[in-house]
């Protein structure tokens, strides 16, 4: 295969960041929640740490962003969008932030992120 032949924003097992923002996200009940943001990848590693969830406000203004562990997220096809297993309430209680107060992803919040939705911070 030549250099020019290689997919360069999706493959079977892989997909461009550009390609990942803006996709929707739903809930088990197929009620869309918002849409991906942005994600945070691990600058050694390069493994995807959170994503960030754009929730609430009206046509983007006024949003609110809600960092969710990757492990939480399912990519469901006939969706054509992200699926996870969260009721609006719960995800309305979740640590976020708003577009003027990014906070500090460091171990600390990541912890508090992962020990929110029952997972153990890996990082």
Known sequence: ???TDIATDETSRLIASNKVEGTAVYN????KLGSIYN?????????????????GGLFGL?????????DVLTYDTEQGG???DLDKKVL?????????????FDRDYGREVYGYYGINYPF
Do not use: C, H, I, N
């Open 39 to 55: 994600f945070m990848v691990t600058k050694r590693e390069g493994r995807v740490e959170y994503a960030a969830l754009q929730f």
């Open 28 to 31: 088990r009940d197929r009620e």
């Open 82 to 84: 992200y699926v996870v």
């Open 92 to 104: 309305e209680q979740a640590p976020r932030y708003g577009a003027d107060s990014e906070p500090t």
């Open 1 to 3: 295969m030549a250099d």
């Open 62 to 70: 006024g949003s609110d962003y809600y960092p969710l562990p990757w």
